[in-house]
């Protein structure tokens, strides 16, 4: 079953989603922003110039990992998702 990105109060970890968002670089890997949340897509350190601020469609397995190394409590990071939400096994269409 594909979930599209209007349905994302329903992702669960291990779903298949088609997700349609802007692609941008961010400093742990390529993200396409959903309604101003990030979705890294694992794997993908940087777009391409030429996809950059595009509206891009993914299609994978949305899942939950931990991508931002916190190496002690730190309370600037306590308000930040490190476990933010990621693609795997993804097609860019």
């Not at 890997?29 to 949340?37: F, S």
């Given at each position: ?37 990030p ?11 030429s ?43």
């Amino acid at each position: 079953m594909w979930w599209r990105k209007t349905d994302r109060s329903s992702w669960q970890a291990g779903l298949r989603v088609r997700l349609s968002g802007v692609a941008y670089n961010a400093k742990a890997g390529a993200i396409i922003m959903i309604d101003e949340e990030p979705v890294y897509l694992l794997g993908l350190k940087a777009w391409d110039e030429s996809v950059l601020g595009q509206q891009v469609r993914v299609e994978g397995i949305i899942d939950k990992k931990e991508i931002f190394p916190v190496s002690e409590p730190d309370l600037t990071m306590q308000s930040m998702e490190t476990r933010p939400w990621v693609l795997r096994e993804y097609k860019i269409k």
